[in-house]
């Protein structure tokens, strides 16, 4: 087979789509950060322009002074997702290595049943949780909307996947310096585990701040909110105000931005590692 790399119009013809599928993915982003800089009445008026006639930081000024609970619903947003992304590759990676490692009774059941989790969309679970969180009065909570989250059974699956290509030597070399099971995890597994951990947490984390069906079933104190759920509140009966919208949206959107930007160069290395036998 030609190697792509060998033929040069091969080379051009795929740097030639992959610009054109980024122009086509930044366009919307594109109008969206000019609309934030644009006035209500600009917006609505139907013009295709993308650099805005009347430019304004007003839209800002609004979100940042006159929203009194702005930064209480991104501090939500940043506690909650923190918290699911921390407790995310803490439980994922501890059950990824169980499930690749160790022997116990009832290992090929659970990862049986993980699999079959999979295949479950995460709306049918919706009003069970709901029922759960009411019974034990943890509706509009941090724990409500942190716990049933701290788990997933993808990058179990995910973190399996990459233990099992993870080189045994290193672990029976430190079993054999004395250290314990748990002790190898921490000190050997983990450390070594970045790739995987790194892709795990941009998913996990982008997921939990983007949530926006978990909070609208269990939150209802706007102090609760989190910022997909308050940007939701500009968005009136009879009028949606776009322009604010549009600039808490360029506000939501830097933190998830930053987070890939950082972990994208583990991306490669965990496909790698992660793609390997069963």
Known sequence: MTSISRTPWLKGLLYLVLTLYAVITLIPFVWA????????SEIVSGESNFLPHNFTLDNYKQIFLQEPLFFRWLFNSVFIA???????????SMAGYALARLRFQGKRFWFILILAVLAVPA???????????KAIGWLNSYQGMIVPSIVNATFIFMMRQFFINFPKELEEAAQLDGLTPFGIFRYIVLPLAKPALAAQAV????????????????????EMFTL????????GQYISYWNYIMA???????????????????FIQSVTFTGGKG
């Open 33 to 40: 950060l000019s609309a934030s800089f644009k006035p209500l």
């Open 82 to 92: 923190a918290c699911v992304t921390i407790l995310n590759l803490l439980f994922n």
């Open 123 to 133: 709306q049918v679970t919706l009003i069970p949780t709901f029922l759960i969180l």
């Open 203 to 222: 998913f996990v984390f982008m997921g939990s701040w983007n949530n926006f069906l978990l909070p609208v079933v269990i939150l209802f104190d706007p």
């Open 228 to 235: 997909p759920l308050g940007l939701n509140t500009f968005k």
């Open 248 to 266: 808490a949206s360029m506000v939501f959107t830097l933190p998830a931005l930053s987070i890939y930007a950082f972990f994208n160069r583990y």
